[in-house]
């Protein structure tokens, strides 16, 4: 039962992490206990770590090289 009670603890600090944007709730979840587990202060001392920080790189698109699977002109020729 006090296993039950401790999963449902830590998921519930999993979701109020998420709530409140952290981007990585693994590590926000390590550092929580440094701010006396208060994920108010714990946003206010590393906004890094949640959404309000600086934007992490938005990932662009293909990376310029054809899908393994796209046929070349050679191949369109062949199977005319």
Known sequence: MDELRRQGKEQYVGFELQMAGARNVKAARALLADYDNDIDKLKAAEPWLFGAGAAAPAQMGATGLPNAGA??????????
């Open 71 to 80: 046929a070349t002109d050679e191949g369109a020729t062949m199977r005319r």
